[in-house]
């Protein structure tokens, strides 16, 4: 069974310190006070895989092909899908020569020609 992780990014930076209610809220904690509701954060889950680095992998990842890994509703599946031509591999098939240098957040910059 492989581990369900999430880091939230808050607009500046990644972070693991946050919890999600049954109900969807995220909240923030406090360790002074009491925990505070954040509405600004994008979630990404752990993929549960690696790079050939030993990198866990997570949704938004880019890889040095110019790659993004997406979560394919429709197929219930992660995936790395080519940014020039939208092909998609499916991610457990390639994860041995997957190598993540940046995310879409703190490197969009890597998905530009």
Known sequence: MREIKFRAWDGKRYTTDFFITSEGTVFKPHYDRDAEIVFDFTIEQFTGLHDKNGKEIYEGDIDEARG??????????????????????????????????????????????
């Open 68 to 113: 993004i890994c997406v979560w394919i509703e429709e197929d219930c599946r992660w995936a790395f899908q080519e940014v020039e031509t939208g092909h998609q591999h499916g991610l457990f098939a390639i994860t041995g020569d997957f190598n993540i240098i940046g995310n879409i957040h703190e490197s969009p910059e890597l998905l530009n020609d």
